[in-house]
């Protein structure tokens, strides 16, 4: 999926995001409890799919893990 996406096809990035926008929605929905903050999370998400996906930089398996100092450091 990640190496079609990344081939540059416009057709397949539509159905992709077709297909995904209204999970991405809903689960931050649950998430925000907000649907203004929903939404814009949603077009954030699909928008950086987009541009990472038209310069061929989308990857998978990518966990982001946010760490913050513990008090104890």
Do not use: H, Q, W
Request: glycine share 2%; hydrophobic share 40%; with cysteine.
């Amino acid at each position: 999926m990640i190496a079609l996406l990344n081939s540059g096809n416009k057709a397949e990035l539509r159905a992709f995001l077709k297909l995904y926008t209204r999970p991405v929605y809903e689960r931050a929905l649950a998430i925000t409890k907000s649907e203004e903050d929903a939404i814009r999370v949603t077009r954030r998400v699909t928008s950086e799919v987009s541009v990472l996906a038209l310069r061929g930089k989308l990857e998978e398996d990518i966990c982001l893990l946010y760490t913050s100092p513990s008090p104890r450091d």
